[in-house]
């Protein structure tokens, strides 16, 4: 699923996996005002990324893929989206003082807007 499909379901907090092709890149947070936040195990933090905001809103080069909080840990585990070695320390500075959020006040975010949607009574 691309992001500008799954934008009908926004005013909620959600994970993602994030590929390129078969090619898994990030585990994304989306808020509901649509920020997106990629983990970055060197931190152990979600941070902002425009990148993936500009892709996910717009572009659809990538592929956004629907998961929940337990497979997202299973990525959290993998270190999933580490940043490579190579990269300057000008480079790793921008990408972990971007704006961020603990790992787990984010999984309680997707937890509660999963329990709020499980309780709506439908229309």
Known sequence: MSGPE???GNGEWRLLRVQA???LLWLCLVNPELWTYVYIPDSGRFHLNKGVFVDYV???ELTYVPID???AR???AARVGALPPEMTSDQRRRYLTDEQLDAEV???HVERASRERDVKPES
Request: no cysteine; hydrophobic share 40%; proline share 0%.
């Open 6 to 8: 799954d934008l009908s």
């Open 21 to 23: 092709g078969e090619r």
């Open 58 to 60: 717009w572009d659809g």
């Open 69 to 71: 909080v337990q497979e």
């Open 74 to 76: 299973g990525l959290i």
């Open 106 to 108: 984010a999984l309680t």
